[in-house]
């Protein structure tokens, strides 16, 4: 994270001529900073950790304020979230949660996205079965086997 700090001071000196002093915490005062608000600008990081939107588009939610940190509210916003909840139809819930997903980002913008963790796995598909990609990267290896006409 101090180099991600860092890159951005430069960034900001660089383009907008703004000066930034890196406040570098202890887990716990930094989670109690950003629960209180008492920070101006702040890094943490989030992974998926299930196969669906909602795993990122729920952290904005009224409801989950005090999680975010981000002082963000949105009635409209967590109207859309809560109807995509009883959506069935995967078209239309897919519509709506693009909606809510245009209030945050192109709207409202109460977090910038800075970058996307990236991590490589490789094994032989001819040789083992079970393996599912999945976007939190978490893999249960009990569930992989290898294919019996490779034993």
Known sequence: MKITAE?????FKKVLNINV??????????????RTGNYQISHMGWTGDYV??????????TANYNFGSYGY???????????????LDPTE???????????IVEKD??????SIPK?????RHDRWIGWTPNIAEVYLYEDIKQQKENI
């Not at 002093?21 to 950003?34: K, P, V």
């Not at 669906?52 to 939610?61: G, K, Y």
């Not at 509210?73 to 959506?87: A, G, M, R, T, V």
């Open 7 to 11: 890159f951005l001071q430069e960034q």
């Open 21 to 34: 002093a890196i406040e570098i915490e202890e887990w716990t005062t930094f989670l109690g900073s950003r």
């Open 52 to 61: 669906d939107p909602s795993t990122f588009l729920n952290l904005f939610t």
């Open 73 to 87: 509210s949105s009635k409209q916003y967590d109207n859309l979230i809560n109807q995509s909840n009883f959506i």
């Open 93 to 103: 819930r897919q519509e709506i949660l693009r909606k809510a997903e245009e209030i």
């Open 109 to 114: 913008f109460p977090a910038a996205p800075l």
């Open 119 to 123: 991590s490589y796995a490789l094994f």
